[in-house]
């Protein structure tokens, strides 16, 4: 089992930046696909970012240049900075994991998911 806990989610104002954090459980993180996920009430969960097990990375189309993923082997962790934020994002994140080898960008692609963090973007 992989457990995963984000952080880092709060109250910002359009424009603004926010850092999210996600801690995974395993001695194996490395070797894990990670990703990171929103959902918006009323609408379905989409994909956000993912980083694969050699740190390359694939970004949603609206948030390319502006979010960036990253992890931390050594502190088992994987991260989400995001920058000029919009309203339109106000979301609970989430942090998934695939032992897999490769994950697919859709929420079908892995196999662990965190509690969520929200993420509130006022305009």
């Known amino acids: 089992q992989v457990q995963l806990v984000e952080s880092g989610g709060g109250l910002v104002q359009a424009g603004g930046s926010l850092r999210l954090s996600c801690a995974a459980s395993?001695?194996?993180?490395?070797?894990?696909?990670m990703g990171w996920f929103r959902q918006a009430p009323g609408k379905e969960r989409e994909f956000v970012a993912r980083?694969?097990?050699?740190?390359?990375?694939t970004y949603a189309d609206s948030v390319k240049g502006r979010f960036t993923i990253s992890r931390d082997n050594a502190e088992r962790t994987v991260y989400l900075q995001m920058k000029r934020l919009k309203p339109e994002e106000t979301a609970v994140y989430y942090c998934a994991a695939s032992v897999s080898y490769f994950a697919g960008p859709t929420p079908t692609g892995f196999d662990y998911w965190g509690q969520g963090t929200q993420v509130t973007v006022s305009s």
């Open positions: 395993g001695p194996t993180f490395s070797s894990y696909y």
């Open positions: 980083i694969n097990q050699s740190s390359g990375t």
